[in-house]
């Protein structure tokens, strides 16, 4: 049976880091599958759900997958969701050689609905241009850093700025296993 439903990826933000708000791949599978989606896959520990949905909205899945996600395992849920034409329209904006560079560190800012990237941008110093790349596409900033120089880029600012809340990071070889896991679902 070919499924023809949409491909769907929730971004989780803020579980299974530095111990707080706990929640085993299973557990999380399982909780997307009892909201009625299909093929559901998690990708490692850090809040990464594809899955085939009838629903389209992607404002309406966000909605569903907060509420429920915070009644189960009793957390304030945020998530990101994209359909996987946006992610893969996101993804398709990166700078060219972006992840590839070994002496640098690479991450995907994805913003939260109603948060662009300009405007998140605009809240933060202006990266060091001569030890970090900033970019930004359609819902996400990518942000390619030094690692020799890492303690003095603005990047390392970011957790104490307001507009981190509004925000989750992946690093880049997440995204682009992210991108591939789309074709197993």
């Known amino acids: 049976m070919n499924d023809r439903r949409p491909k769907f990826l929730a971004l989780l ?12 791949k299973d557990a999380l599978k399982q909780c997307f599958e009892d909201q009625g989606f299909r093929s559901v896959r998690t990708y490692i520990q850090s809040g990464n759900v594809l899955f085939r949905s009838e629903q389209t909205s992607a404002k309406d899945l966000t ?14 849920a945020r998530s990101v969701v994209l359909s996987e034409r946006r992610y893969k329209a996101a993804i398709g904006a990166a700078p060219d050689g972006w992840g590839r560079n070994e002496d640098q560190k690479h991450n995907a800012l994805f913003t939260f609905a109603g948060h662009s990237p300009k405007r998140a941008l605009a809240q933060l110093s202006s990266p060091k241009e001569d030890i970090e790349r900033v970019t930004a596409g359609p819902g996400v900033i ?12 603005t990047y390392m600012k970011l957790a104490a700025a307001p507009i981190y809340r509004q925000l989750t990071i992946r690093n880049h070889n997440t995204v682009y296993k992210l991108l591939s896991l789309f074709d197993e679902i």
Do not use: C
């Not at 909605?63 to 304030?76: G, W």
């Not at 990518?142 to 880029?153: C, D, E, G, M, P």
């Open 142 to 153: 990518f942000w390619s850093v030094s690692k020799q120089h890492l303690t003095r880029t």
């Open 13 to 24: 933000r803020g579980i299974n880091v530095g111990g707080k708000n706990v929640i085993p």
């Open 63 to 76: 909605a569903a997958i907060e509420q429920t996600l915070s009644d189960r395992f009793s957390y304030a």
